[in-house]
């Protein structure tokens, strides 16, 4: 085999190997998945055990989904000297650009057009049909769990309807990209495998949907209104601790450094800073209805800023508002854990080998780390009062027109 060729291999079992790590997490996910569909019937629903497995499961595919569209830029610019592809400036800078889900689709677009044109040929990624549609709505309903604005939000009532579609058409599209590539490659005679999900296998033509009906008594709970938004506090709070929990399960299968120990403890990293993001979200939506709601205010959800300052901006900012004596202070160790499990989980999102999927020991401690630092300071957020809104500070200012109007 000539050497361009053979780099062109080297770039490909490169992004196999990355895909394949981040494939075994997804099924592990969606064992859980499939097992709680089986178990729970249609008058389970809504239920919260059964909607965190469905989050698990959307969590594990988004993982795979950017941890793919990094890697395959990524072999982009390790390897393109090597099969004298020659990148523009701006090819390189956009390759190098790190995709947040806002740019998700454009990152995948790119990744797929240009690591195809490594083995001189062309093979886009085309949103399409049933699954690419499937695809777009399952990425919506996990926006709104990251975003809530009412309780419903958090039950993830998209990814039962679209999970198994959008997963089997990503999972096939990205088969054949490998499989178009390989054939592109003279004299090889590597097998690719094509990707799938045997864990599903068991759910056979059951279907658990949460329907509005079902979800219609967690519909009209405005995270605006302090009681609500404690009863979505909690909901995050009660799927950290089942994350914890099945972390637990999943080591005494093969040890902490086994596949399911492994899955565990980068689920319980996700699911804690899903909880940090869900917890900023519903206390933004208090405090904007808060009579001196400020723009100066809402700086502090500005999301260019790193994920902790914002959590500690805006747990001071709470704080303030409900007159409330204690502020948050960094650095203190945990603290830092707090900012390393944040580089830890940054660093799983953009994979350029596979033991960037894996959690030391280090990695670990810095997790157990944040999860006690986090737990010490989100109780701020935990008040009985409402906030003062501008209608009801108009009312107590004139306490007669406001009689009169109601009657």
């Known amino acids: 085999m000539k050497r361009r060729e053979r780099k062109k291999l080297e770039a490909l079992n490169k992004a196999r190997e990355i895909a394949g790590h981040l494939v075994r ?20 629903v809504p239920n919260w055990e059964l909607s965190f497995r469905a989050k698990t499961v959307g969590r594990a595919f988004f993982a795979l989904v950017d941890g793919v569209s990094f890697a395959l830029r990524a072999a982009v610019i390790e390897w393109a000297p090597e099969v004298e592809r020659e990148l523009t400036p701006e090819d390189k800078r956009q390759l190098q650009e790190k995709k947040g889900p806002a740019e998700r689709i454009a990152g995948l677009e790119l990744a797929f057009q240009q690591f195809s044109s490594l083995f001189g040929i062309s093979f886009p990624f085309v949103l399409e049909g049933e ?63 094509e990707y799938d999900l045997p864990a599903l296998a068991v759910i056979g033509d059951k279907r658990l949907v949460f329907t509005d009906e079902d979800l219609a008594g967690v519909r009209d709970t405005p ?24 972390s637990l399960e999943f080591a005494r299968i093969d040890t902490i450094i086994g596949p399911h120990g492994q899955f565990g403890q980068k689920n319980l990293l996700r ?26 205010d809402a700086e502090n959800f500005d999301e260019r800023l790193e994920e902790d300052e914002r959590l500690v901006r805006v747990l001071n900012l709470f ?22 499990a944040q580089a830890i989980l940054q660093r799983m999102a953009n994979p350029r080998s596979v033991a960037d ?18 737990r010490s300071v989100i109780g701020l957020l935990y008040v009985d009062e409402e906030p003062k809104t501008a209608a009801a500070e108009e009312e107590a200012a004139n306490p007669d027109e406001a009689a009169a109007a109601a009657e």
């Not at 997490?25 to 389970?44: P, R, W």
């Not at 399952?138 to 009412?150: G, Q, R």
């Open 319 to 340: 704080s303030r508002k409900f007159d409330r004596q204690k502020q948050v202070l960094t650095g203190s160790k945990n603290w830092q854990n707090f900012r390393k």
């Open 131 to 193: 699954g690419g549609q499937a695809f777009l709505g399952l990425e919506k309903t996990m926006n709104e769990i990251d975003h809530p604005k009412v309780l419903a939000d958090l039950f993830g009532q998209g990814i039962f309807t679209c999970f198994l579609p959008a997963s089997a058409w990503f999972l096939a599209r990205l088969s054949q990209l490998f499989q178009v590539c390989n054939q592109a490659i003279e004299e090889s005679d590597l097998k690719v495998e």
């Open 223 to 246: 995270f605006a209104e302090m009681k609500y938004a404690k009863a979505g506090f909690l909901g995050l709070m009660e799927d950290s601790s089942r994350a914890l929990e099945q």
């Open 271 to 296: 699911t804690l800073f899903a909880e940090t993001d869900g917890h900023i979200a519903i206390a933004k939506l208090v405090l904007a209805a808060a009579a001196d709601f400020s723009a100066e």
């Open 25 to 44: 997490d997804l099924n592990i996910a969606a064992k859980g998945f499939a097992g709680a569909i089986v178990e729970y019937s249609q008058e389970d």
């Open 357 to 374: 999927l894996k959690l030391s020991n280090e990695a670990i401690s810095a997790l157990d780390g944040a999860q006690d630092w986090f």
